[in-house]
């Protein structure tokens, strides 16, 4: 649920570039109302915070040297969600769709994402994490090489990157969950800012390098992205 429920929001929020021109301020102060109603429930909450010991200070690389996997792992999770949420937008209108069909796909893509939190979850419960990892990164690279070589048409790219979207928008909760599992308790607060940091570094990178590719080759090499960096979590995670 920590994962799905922003998802969820980030699905809606797609299809509010219906509602106005995306070149004027309509949909910004849209924005702005929306992250301020936010905060009301929040503000009228009675409840204390929770109570926890003092948190233990951690390096990034005392935290690598505990959880190496979780570390690179929200450093890929950050550049692939920002290839995806960043440039499939881009990407999408490349190929032809207007703004409606655009957000459409994205709304589409982001709720698989979600949906499938739940198995990929369950099955992370029961198997070895970094097994899954393993097998989610190695089938966004599937996806993706399937995409490239046989999505001819509209319809497949699509489904691509539906199904990349579907694959690696778990993948952050997966290297968290992995990451907690190798920590004491006390170390969870310095670790997740270190983990916050590697996946926002990552989310940096990510679109940077899927438009520089784009620009580069052509839109169609937008998939390569996904084929590296799953190949890159997989084999050097």
Known sequence: LYMVVPYGGLAAGQLLLNLADASGATLFALTSILVSLALVPISLSSRPAPLFDSPSSLTLKELFRITPTGLTGCAVAGATTGALLGIGPVYA?????????????????????????????RLSDKMRRTDVIIGVSLGSAGVA???????????????????????????????????????????????????????????????????TVMELVGADAYFWVFVVLGALLAFGG
């Open 93 to 121: 209108q490349s190929s032809g769709f207007d703004v409606w069909q655009t957000s459409l796909i994205m709304a589409a893509a982001i709720t698989a994402g979600a949906l499938l939190q739940f198995p990929i979850g």
């Open 145 to 211: 090489l399937a995409t490239i070589f046989l999505g001819g048409g509209q319809i497949a790219r699509v489904a691509g990157f539906i199904g990349l979207a579907a694959l690696l928008l778990p993948l952050y909760a997966l290297v968290l969950a992995l990451a907690n599992d190798r920590l004491r308790p006390d170390q969870m607060v310095a670790a997740g800012s270190g983990l916050v940091l590697a996946f926002g570094l990552g989310a940096a990178f990510g679109p940077v390098s899927a438009s």
